[in-house]
């Protein structure tokens, strides 16, 4: 036991000597060593599993919903995230690590995989995530906000250009909109 006890202060004292050196690249330009990406993503998906798995998903298929989860996406989102359409912005070429990209992604069929996701991307949502420039838009956004937006980034799986543009320009004629004030 004090043997483990010795080499874990070592390696503790190593890890200080090596981060306090510098050595160390915090670029944006740098990618992570590998042991740390891998590091980094086990932490993430676990901390948002934990969290979000309790979430209760209200029904997300509403036609009012997905409207104004456009509305905001299309107003707060695309920047980092694009769109269908879409090329990549200074701002996201130069994220890293770099944001998804949902319109690529496939669609999701089976509906439990589909409540997981909702649940995780509200979480997401709302919370944030450090160090990856994701805003937590539950400072400034409601819940039912994000539930759309929730709901819309679930249905922008795999969408096409035309479909994209249709539901954007459908939320310029529903009964909100984006441009409201923030606390």
């Not at 969290?51 to 409207?67: C, F, K, N, Q, S």
């Not at 905001?72 to 890293?96: I, R, V």
């Not at 997401?124 to 995530?129: D, E, S, T």
Request: aromatic share 8%; charged share 20%; hydrophobic share 40%.
């Amino acid at each position: 036991m004090k043997k483990l006890l010795s080499l874990i202060s070592v390696l503790l004292l190593l890890v200080i000597l090596v981060l306090g050196s510098g050595a160390y690249n915090m670029a944006a330009t740098e990618k992570h060593w590998s042991i740390t990406e891998k590091i980094i993503e086990w932490a993430r998906e676990n901390s948002i599993e934990v969290r979000a798995r309790d979430l209760t998903v209200p029904p997300l298929d509403g036609t009012e919903l997905l409207a104004k989860g456009a509305e905001h996406y299309n107003a707060m989102c695309t920047t980092c995230h694009l769109a269908p359409g879409l090329k990549p912005t200074e701002l996201s070429t130069g994220l890293y690590p770099q944001a998804p990209v949902f319109h690529q992604r496939e669609p999701i069929t089976d509906q439990i995989d589909k409540l997981d996701h909702a649940k995780e991307y509200f979480w997401v949502i709302k919370n944030g995530l450090k160090m990856t420039a994701m805003p937590a838009w539950g400072l400034s956004h409601d819940d039912d906000t994000i539930w759309a937006m929730t709901a819309f980034v679930l249905k922008l799986h795999g969408m096409a250009t035309e479909q994209y543009k249709d539901l954007v320009e459908s939320a310029k004629h529903s009964s909100h909109d984006h441009a409201h004030d923030h606390p």
